[in-house]
């Protein structure tokens, strides 16, 4: 751990219906994904809202952030979240922010054990990365702007780099988090048609499966899978061990925040760390 990573206390209990990612990951790598539980925010942001733009208090934003350092042992490398596909190191998003200036991206990776490449979403999907010997770690934040103009191929990019040389193409695992379902997010032609135009000849028949016609034939809408799209950009960088993707925001306001849903809300948030 580098010297300007505080130590953080011994945890604290987390609330139960936080998420802990069930994948195959190495035993040095923890995940988390928060809920609306836990926290001391009020109103449309009740409880733990992570967010200093979600029209909260921002004691109330500070406490809880305070708290999820304090529950999971670890800080957070939190970004200026852009809807792009730009990937920045964790380490020096941590020190961004403790200098009140946080870098604007929407992926962070390191392998500096002891600190967390964290994303806040709130339907948007947050993807966890890793690879198989648990030396570094990625989070990335993928609405379908930032997933189609590529931030997990970038993602995956820039956790590979942090491997050691010799060993740059080893395999890596994903994990999609809640995000708005496949059954909520209605989305115009032009989102479908930017898809289709990135995709490659031999991913268009599964990018045209993500979308689904939905309403007025007239209008072109469709139901967009988010957690598919997600997919097929992995499998772009070879990462095919995929878990997660199973959750919609939209469709549980009692334990998650959602934009769509609410328009005034929170924000929850992704994490993924090394241990020594």
Not at 9 to 33: E, G, H, K, L, S
Not at 170 to 188: N, R, T
Request: include cysteine.
């Amino acid at each position: 751990m580098t010297s300007s990573l505080p130590e953080q206390d011994t945890q604290t209990a987390m609330p139960a219906d936080w998420i802990v990612p069930d994948w195959p990951a190495p035993a040095n790598v923890r995940a988390i994904f928060t809920t609306r539980a836990g926290g001391v925010s009020q109103g449309p942001q009740a409880t733990f809202n992570l967010g200093y733009k979600a029209d909260d208090d921002p004691d109330a934003v500070r406490t809880n952030r305070e708290l999820l350092a304090a529950r999971v042992g670890v800080p957070s490398a939190w970004v200026a979240q852009v809807h792009g596909p730009r990937v920045v190191d964790a380490q020096a998003a941590y020190e961004a922010v403790s200098a009140g200036d946080p870098l604007q991206a929407d992926a962070s990776a390191t392998n500096v054990p002891g600190l967390a490449s964290t994303v806040m979403v709130a339907d948007c999907m947050p993807v966890l990365l890793c690879d198989v010997k648990g030396r570094a770690v990625a989070a990335a934040h993928a609405g379908w702007r930032g997933l189609c103009a590529g931030v997990l191929e970038q993602a995956v990019q820039a956790l590979r780099a942090r491997l050691p040389q010799d060993d740059a193409d080893a395999a890596v695992i994903a994990w999609l988090g809640p995000c708005i379902g496949p059954q909520k997010f209605e989305v115009g032609p032009e989102v479908r048609e930017a898809f289709l135009d990135a995709a490659a000849p031999h991913e268009r028949d599964a990018t045209q499966a993500a979308f689904v016609a939905h309403g007025d034939p007239v209008a072109g809408k469709s139901l967009a899978d988010l957690c598919t799209l997600a997919r097929v950009r992995l499998a772009r960088e070879g990462v095919t061990s995929v878990s997660g993707g199973q959750w919609c925001t939209v469709s549980d306001p009692a334990r998650f925040y959602s934009y769509r849903r609410d328009r005034t809300t929170g924000r929850m948030a992704a994490l993924v760390w090394r241990t020594t």
